[in-house]
């Protein structure tokens, strides 16, 4: 890397890239769940272990996501992003030839821990490459490729791509293949393009104590603590409802390939929300407000989803709501941290990694309790009540932030 500042130009395609490495992320992680029968039926799954394996990238953060959120704040963005892509790459690569559920957990696990690195990598990035009160629109530029991503597995890779290769097995090889190759560019583009005007030193000593004090900063934040309350809501919708909605409309009789369109639709909504509700939100800086309505649409999209009409395009409105939803909270919920006085670009990756390694108990916890219940029950119906309470629950945390909507 050069001493050099990085042109507009620069800043802007180093931060699409992280975006399409967000979104070969994407695509490798909910190839699974848009091929979740087919794998049911060959490996032999439970209802419980199929919840599992959706499930079990979020898990990952669990344990994992406030170690890498502190180390990816002390080591960079930069080898954050690339080591996420490679690892998701590798996993993918590996889950193409497994036969058995624990070699599939195992590999996914592995997918779980590159993720963390993208996930607390990208809001770090934007943080350094653009001012705090343009870090909401940055995300939204990378969430737009990832998403593009999580919709390419439901609308391609299970009715196209998957059949055209002979399964879902040739698909994973593929894609996982592919994201190497994404992993390899990003690494040229990371070493080529110049540090950005806000971005940290990363020579500082990773030892235990400097660890401690950037955690013993974030967690004595309220706002902070109000937001992991807000992204565990988020992250359990979003992963209850997506790990299953593909399985919900099968079972309702719909084709695998009208399942998958109607389920890439809440993508769809997601890309809506990111590119209008962060820069309403700046625009009128009335960020409370958004994270009210977006937990509220959410809701009645959810409530709609337990409806079951003769035509099944009848739930693109409610499949649209839940997206919308959840594509408004996504960008809010990685950009507030940088606003938030005593966290900054210094303490990005470790506030989102805490609101990430407690959330994704809910996002482990949302595809898991949807399925057990379905197998308790033989409905979905108490899986997504969960969910639409859920979304209640993250407008609360929303409204109850203080330091949100001040006057300037």
Known sequence: MSDEVPSSVETAALLVLGGLGYGALLFVWFALPAYLQPIIEELGLTGTQAGIL????????????????LIVDRLGARTGIGAGIAFAGLGQVGRSVTATFPSMLALTLVMGIGATGITFGMPKLASELYPAERAGRAASVYLVCSYA???AAFALGRPIIGPALGGWRPLFLASGLGTLVV?????????????????TDTDEALTLASLTDDLRAVLGHRDLRLLVVLGTMYLLVLHGVQGWLVTILETRGVSPELAGSVTSLLVVGQV?????????????DRTREALIVCGGLACAGVLGLLTEPGLVLLLVAPVMLVGFGMGGLSPLIRA????????????TGTAVGIVFAVGEIGGFLGPV????????????????????????????????????????
Do not use: K, N, Q
Not at 58 to 66: R, S
Not at 272 to 284: C, D, K, Q, T
Not at 371 to 399: H, N, Y
């Open 183 to 199: 992993a390899a560019v990003w690494a040229a583009a990371a070493w080529y393009v110049p540090p950005g005007s806000h971005e």
């Open 336 to 347: 507030i941290p940088v606003e938030l006085e005593g966290i900054g670009p210094e303490l």
């Open 149 to 151: 991503g999580s919709a």
């Open 272 to 284: 809506i929300g990111v590119l209008s509700v962060p820069a309403l939100a700046e625009r009128l």
């Open 369 to 408: 309790i949807i399925g057990s219940l379905r197998e308790l029950t033989g409905s979905f119906t108490p899986g997504l009540l969960m969910c639409a309470v859920g979304t209640l629950v993250a407008a609360g945390a929303g409204a109850a932030m203080s330091s949100l909507d001040t006057e300037a």
């Open 54 to 69: 959706a499930g079990a990238v979020p898990l990952t953060y669990i344990p994992i996501g406030l170690v890498s959120g």
